[in-house]
Antibody
Framework: QVQLVQSGAEVKKPGASVKVSCKASGYTFTSYGISWVRQAPGQGLEWMGWISAYNGNTNYAQKLQGRVTMTTDTSTSTAYMELRSLRSDDTAVYYC????????????WGQGTLVTVSS | SYELTQPPSVSVSPGQTARITCSADALPKQYAYWYQQKPGQAPVLVIYKDSERPSGIPERFSGSSSGTTVTLTISGVQAEDEADYYCQSADSSGTYSVVFGGGTKLTVL
C-alpha cells in the first residue's frame, strides 16, 4: 500500500532553516511527483510547491521563492523540503502528498510534520 | 491573484444533502479537486477533476461544475462527514501554481 512517512516535529529559532523528509513506499517513486502543503494553526491549506521525482523539476509558490528548496533522493524514495530564514509565521504543520503533476490530485498524504518557530 | 471562494460554514441534519460551493474569480477555470480534513488528520482526496470519485470514497460524495463554480454535494450526510472541506484548482494566468479555497466547516447537527 502507498505510504508517505514524514520526519518528526521540529522547533527552530527565527532565522534558522528546517529540512523535512518524506519517505515514500508502495509505488514507483519516479512515476509521480511530490507536493508540499502547509497549514498554520487554525488556518487553511497553503500550497508550497511541487517536485518531479522523475527529473527533479520544481515549481514553487511565488510567495516562497528564494526561501524554499525541494529535492528528491531516488535511491531511498525520499523527498525533502528545506525552508530557510524561518519566521514565526512559518509555524505550521507541513504535509507532503503524492501528485502526478503540479495541479493533479494529491491522492496520498504524509502524516504531517509540525514545525514551530519560536525564540 | 487567483482566488477560490468557499462559504466558511455549512450545517445540515443527518440524512440531508449538503452542498459546498467553490467559486473561481476568473476564467478559464481549471479542474477542481476536493479534500476532506478531520481534526488532527491529513487531508483526504474525495473528488478529482470536478466530478470523479477516487476508489474507497462513498458514493454519497459527488462533484459538479457550472461556469466558474464547482460544487461538492454530500447526499444523505452522516455524522462522520463532519469535517473541513477544501477545494483546489490551478492558477494558469501567470506562473502555473496551485490554489486552495479557504475551506468550509461542515457541521452535522
Amino acid at each position: 500500500q502507498v505510504q508517505l512517512v514524514q520526519s518528526g516535529a521540529e522547533v527552530k529559532k527565527p532565522g534558522a532553516s528546517v529540512k523535512v523528509s518524506c519517505k515514500a513506499s508502495g509505488y514507483t517513486f519516479t512515476s509521480y511527483g511530490i507536493s508540499w502543503v502547509r497549514q498554520a494553526p487554525g488556518q487553511g491549506l497553503e500550497w508550497m510547491g511541487w517536485i518531479s521525482a522523475y527529473n527533479g523539476n520544481t515549481n514553487y509558490a511565488q510567495k516562497l521563492q528564494g526561501r524554499v528548496t525541494m529535492t528528491t533522493d531516488t535511491s531511498t524514495s525520499t523527498a525533502y523540503m528545506e525552508l530557510r530564514s524561518l519566521r514565526s509565521d512559518d509555524t505550521a504543520v507541513y504535509y507532503c502528498a503524492r501528485a502526478r503533476d503540479i495541479v493533479e490530485s494529491k491522492d496520498y498524504w504524509g502524516q504531517g510534520t509540525l514545525v514551530t518557530v519560536s525564540s | 491573484s487567483y482566488e477560490l471562494t468557499q462559504p466558511p460554514s455549512v450545517s445540515v441534519s443527518p440524512g440531508q444533502t449538503a452542498r459546498i460551493t467553490c467559486s473561481a474569480d476568473a476564467l478559464p477555470k481549471q479542474y477542481a479537486y476536493w479534500y476532506q480534513q478531520k481534526p488532527g488528520q491529513a487531508p483526504v482526496l474525495v473528488i478529482y477533476k470536478d466530478s470523479e470519485r477516487p476508489s474507497g470514497i462513498p458514493e454519497r460524495f459527488s462533484g459538479s461544475s457550472s461556469g466558474t463554480t464547482v460544487t461538492l454535494t454530500i447526499s444523505g450526510v452522516q455524522a462522520e462527514d463532519e469535517a473541513d472541506y477544501y477545494c483546489q484548482s490551478a492558477d494558469s494566468s501567470g506562473t502555473y501554481s496551485v490554489v486552495f479555497g479557504g475551506g468550509t466547516k461542515l457541521t452535522v447537527l
